[in-house]
């Protein structure tokens, strides 16, 4: 598993208190339990803060399964 | 038209018999489509042009924001607002012309039609999803007019999403014997919901609301708890029909209802009680709310919860007593919100988790939503207030009201319930007893629909939320 993801995966089981929680890129709020409006934004700002990244509105609205929430999280960050 | 109306019902069944023998892929959709303006076209010329018109701005909208994938809030501001315009329009310009003092045959010819905040909620998710990037536009100008216009469900949802619905016409009159039985076994238990349960229970409840002073609290909370059950029966049955009508055409919808009473808590109630609603304002309305107050931590999260349900509750109409219902519910879920961390702390710490603990929880739930319907039911914010003085302040006495019956059908409704929350499938009951079932079930409806047109009272009634 590479940094980021390994990295992310770390922020999702904190969020979700889930400590053997796997990421799947089709992976959608229904497939955890717990995720819902109120910790979907919660996930989100721990994302920003941990990346030191501002998503967008129109981008949070857009996320379909953790794989589009990682590209575009990615997308964000500088290029090594 | 309501849908328990016999008329509706030889629709459905003549649509769902003549769809498969209509070359299937767009000719099938068109036709679908036509009975749908058709069906629509009863209500007068005003509500379709309104319908088309909401179509109409959603096709070219859908277009005009997939063309500028950066930016484009523009855009879609400027789209959201032609598509509330009617709504805004039919549902607030008599309050507004009212509240400015205005001569009031300004608005007077202003008409709501049927379904239309509904479909404009449609509507603007579709243009919102395309602005989003959860789907791509539509270039078929009938898929978007048969997006909104599908017949079983546009008086008054399920609220679809595009991408649920829109994929799901390539199926449209197919034949599968295990959906049609199950839309059949749907529309059964709709109209017991509706007939039998909901309009049996309207004149109790129209009888105590109707006259808010003349009577004492014990019929104010026995028409109150009527009310609960009536208005549930009502459109829960409505959306089962309307689901059942859908599947006998090859479509599934999504649900409207999970087992509401049953929740433990508000909070949870929303997430069964009008989901289609209720998912729409959470996706459109409190998660961009909340994200863009996020930094107010806390404090974001309440007024959020507290703007959303306030908003749910207009969405029910102009008058306060709405505005007052949501700003209530509002309230009460951001408290429940901010405080739930400490309230499972004391529940696991008091032994309260378990099953009585449950129990208790959902009694609870089940009261406060109660309470909150003498505000959504009262004819206004002063009859409410009245029956709420009466309920705090008056001595109890035996209720005028009949209750022995009413109570058989809440009983009804909520073993209902309770089978559907247990999981158990109603399948799996023995042929002869589903069969008395059904036999029952369809002997119920007649009486009561015999019953009423022998009293002379209009056997067919418009569901309340016809006129949300």
Redesign the interface.
């Known amino acids: 598993m590479s940094d980021f993801r390994e990295r992310v995966t770390d922020i999702f089981r904190e969020v979700f208190d889930k400590p053997a929680l796997e990421l799947f890129d089709e992976m959608q709020a229904k497939d955890v339990e717990g995720w819902d409006s109120l910790t979907h934004i919660t996930l989100i700002m721990a994302l920003e803060e941990s990346f030191g990244v501002k998503f967008t509105t129109r981008e949070v609205m857009g996320f379909q399964n953790v794989g589009e929430m990682l590209v575009c999280l990615r997308g964000k960050l500088p290029t090594v | 038209m309501p849908s328990s109306d016999p008329r509706y019902l030889l629709l459905v069944a003549l649509v769902s018999a003549t769809l498969p023998l209509v070359p299937a892929g767009p000719l099938r959709l068109r036709v679908c489509l036509a009975v749908g303006y058709a069906f629509y076209a009863l209500l007068g010329l005003p509500s379709l042009l309104v319908l088309a018109y909401i179509s109409i701005v959603s096709y070219a909208g859908g277009l005009w924001l997939d063309d500028c994938p950066q930016g484009g809030k523009r855009r879609l501001t400027l789209c959201v607002c032609a598509l509330l315009l009617p709504l805004l329009t039919a549902k607030y310009a008599k309050s507004v012309v009212y509240l400015l003092g205005m001569d009031s045959r300004i608005a007077a010819d202003v008409i709501l039609p049927v379904g239309l905040s509904f479909y404009t909620f449609q509507a603007l998710g579709y243009v919102?999803d395309v602005?989003?990037?959860?789907v791509r536009s539509e270039r078929r100008l009938d898929r978007v007019l048969a997006f909104l216009a599908f017949f079983p469900q546009l008086s008054a949802g399920p609220i679809e999403r595009a991408s649920h619905l829109m994929p799901q016409f390539e199926r449209l009159g197919v034949f599968e014997e295990s959906r049609v039985r199950a839309g059949i076994r749907l529309i059964l238990w709709g109209l017991v919901l509706k007939v039998v349960v909901a309009d049996s229970l309207a004149p109790l409840v129209a009888l105590i609301y109707s006259n808010p002073y003349g009577y004492g609290p014990s019929d104010i909370a026995l028409a109150t708890l009527y009310f609960s059950v009536q208005v549930y029966a009502d459109f829960a049955g409505y959306s089962a029909i309307a689901i059942g009508s859908a599947k006998l055409l090859g479509v599934d919808l999504v649900p409207n209802f999970a087992q509401p009473y049953l929740s433990e808590s508000l909070t949870e109630f929303w997430r069964r009680w009008h989901m289609s609603l209720s998912g729409w304002f959470?996706?459109?309305v409190?998660?961009?709310l909340?994200?863009?107050w996020?930094s107010w931590g806390a404090a974001g999260?309440v007024a959020a919860l507290v703007t959303t349900f306030t908003l749910i509750g207009m969405w029910h109409g102009s008058t306060w007593q709405y505005a007052l219902f949501g700003l209530w519910h509002g309230a009460l879920i951001a408290l429940g919100?901010v405080t739930a961390k400490t309230r499972a702390h004391w529940r696991r710490r008091l032994g309260l988790g378990g099953r009585i603990g449950g129990a208790a929880r959902i009694v609870l739930t089940f009261t406060v939503v109660t309470l909150t319907f003498v505000l959504f039911r009262a004819r206004d914010v002063h009859g409410a207030l009245a029956m709420y003085s009466a309920l705090a302040t008056q001595p109890w006495h035996l209720p005028r009201l009949p209750w022995h019956w009413p109570l058989g059908l809440a009983m009804l409704v909520l073993a209902g319930d309770l089978v559907a929350e247990s999981g158990y499938r109603f399948t799996l009951l023995p042929r002869p007893v589903r069969w008395c079932a059904y036999h029952a079930a369809t002997i119920a409806i007649l009486a009561a629909l015999f019953g009423r047109f022998i009293a002379g009272a209009p056997y067919v009634q418009y569901y309340i939320y016809n006129r949300f």
């Open positions: 919102i602005y989003v990037g959860r959470r996706d459109y409190f998660t961009p909340h994200f863009a996020r999260v919100t």
